[in-house]
């Protein structure tokens, strides 16, 4: 079976999956329960994509996938605006965990998230740490799912670390946000034991290689909801009716959505080939940021559109539209604005 063959029957599986367990309703519903998240729902993705061992080496107990295969359930999780931690646990922590340069180290917290037991997250934000040999003190902005997750990988100057979120010397406070399908917290640590997962350039390597990850996954989710929010905004168009025929028939609604085909693809084209290079050569900086600038700029126009070309019910809270504006422009924060992802490929390109 060629991969091209293999990626669609994955695709088939996830949205198969997500499709009866996971539709707007639903994900409000787990996003507003004391979980953040359906376990039901994690349970399967977890026994059934197994999405935990994803990126995991089958030496380490994982299925050894490439970030190729990945970001095919990436963008389907995308166009569910799934609350469920695929990208903060399943991808960033498992892949973080799996990096350790001394695997025997983190063994049972590795086993645990690729089983989906234990749940990780990655503060991916700049943080200014005390390090007194392996203890840490400082706090932690923003950490995705922080007051859910049982541990955090981290970088400071001296390295890269995982924390227990139980242990002594942690504390948590959730955060208001404005996307509540992606819960964040503030962890404060005051003398917290950590784990080094690794240190001096071996660090720097690890965390940049996470970091490019990081903006490629979130690439491949912007994909799905970019192709979510065209296909309900065509759909809409071709019934809702105006001066006597559908508005999907005027020729500037039609220009907006062709437009938005057109960011679609391209986006879909720039992720897959950056995950598919980054397979191949993870320290490949250029085609993951070029990835990221494309996707984040296409999901904020794509997002804003599907308001617009839906009228007066795009504006509502009972209607879905304004979750997707609520995960755009929350990653933006999360992982940086278009703009600025533009300046990163800048920088790449003129050498700065």
């Not at 955060?175 to 784990?195: C, W």
Request: with cysteine.
């Amino acid at each position: 079976m060629t991969p091209l063959a293999e990626h669609a029957d994955l695709r088939d599986i996830a949205r198969s999956l997500l499709s009866r367990a996971a539709d707007h309703e639903q994900v409000r519903a787990a996003a507003a329960s004391s979980r953040g998240w359906s376990e039901a729902l994690w349970s399967r993705l977890n026994d059934e994509l197994a999405v935990g061992a994803m990126l995991v080496p089958e030496t380490l107990g994982g299925a050894g996938f490439g970030l190729r295969d990945v970001v095919v359930i990436l963008e389907e999780a995308g166009a569910a605006l799934l609350p469920e931690p695929i990208l903060f646990s399943a991808v960033l922590a498992a892949s973080a965990l799996a990096a350790a340069e001394d695997p025997a180290s983190v063994g049972d917290l590795l086993a645990g998230v690729v089983a989906g037991s234990t749940i990780g997250t990655v503060c991916l934000g700049a943080v200014d740490l005390t390090v007194e040999g392996r203890h840490l003190t400082g706090t932690l902005p923003r950490v995705v799912a922080g007051a859910e997750a049982d541990v955090v990988v981290l970088r400071s100057g001296e390295g890269v670390h995982a924390v227990a979120l139980d242990g002594a010397g942690v504390a948590v406070r959730p955060l208001e946000v404005m996307d509540s399908t992606r819960r964040q917290a503030e962890i404060v640590l005051d003398g917290a034991e950590s784990v080094l997962l690794s240190d001096g350039a071996g660090a720097e390597r690890e965390w940049g290689r996470l970091a490019r990850t990081a903006t490629i996954s979130s690439a491949a989710e912007h994909v799905g909801i970019i192709g979510r929010q065209l296909a309900s905004t065509v759909e809409y168009v071709g019934q809702r009716q105006q001066f006597g025929r559908a508005i999907g028939s005027f020729q500037a609604v039609k220009h907006r959505l062709a437009d938005l085909a057109v960011d679609l693809e391209r986006a879909r084209s720039a992720v897959a080939y950056a995950a598919a290079l980054h397979d191949e050569d993870p320290d490949a900086e250029l085609p993951a940021a070029v990835a990221g600038a494309v996707a984040t700029d296409a999901v904020v126009r794509a997002v804003h559109e599907a308001v617009q070309l839906h009228g007066g019910i795009g504006f509502t809270w009972e209607h879905p539209a304004h979750l997707y504006v609520r995960r755009a422009l929350g990653d933006e924060g999360l992982f940086g604005s278009a703009r600025r992802r533009r300046e990163d490929v800048a920088a790449l390109v003129l050498g700065r």
